[in-house]
Nanobody
Framework: QVQLVESGGGLVQPGGSLRLSCAAS????????MRWYRQAPGKQRELVAT???????NYADSVKGRFTISTDNPKNLVYLQMNSLKPEDTAVYYC???????????????WGQGILVTVSS
């Protein structure tokens, strides 16, 4: 079994910063792609940032220049550094990954449980 566990959310004032972390654990052979999604109240889940195993990144237009996704590959960790936060960044943030697992050998898409980020004064 493979799990993704997020941490680092909470309440922050507009203009502030937070760093989210997501740790993958279990029978992992390789992590191919890791992503951060978010879902604001009453809205659809949206893709925020993506990083491949080779380090290529992509961002939603709404967070470009403010958010940075990075990984610690040996530890199967992914981070989302969020700067210059705005009230509209308030959402539940989800970690997502495409992971090759063993026993049996196959590829899975795995989701974390989500973590709340609230940007408010």
């Amino acid at each position: 079994q493979v799990q993704l566990v997020e941490s680092g959310g909470g309440l922050v004032q507009p203009g502030g910063s937070l760093r989210l972390s997501c740790a993958a654990s279990g029978s992992i052979f390789k992590v191919n792609v890791m992503r951060w999604y978010r879902q604001a109240p009453g809205k659809q889940r949206e893709l925020v940032a993506t990083i491949s195993s080779g380090g290529s990144t992509n961002y939603a237009d709404s967070v470009k220049g403010r958010f940075t996704i990075s990984t610690d590959n040996p530890k199967n960790l992914v981070y989302l550094q969020m700067n210059s936060l705005k009230p509209e960044d308030t959402a539940v943030y989800y970690c997502n990954a495409d992971i090759v697992v063993t026993t049996p050998f196959r590829s899975l898409e795995v989701w974390g449980q989500g973590i709340l980020v609230t940007v408010s004064s």
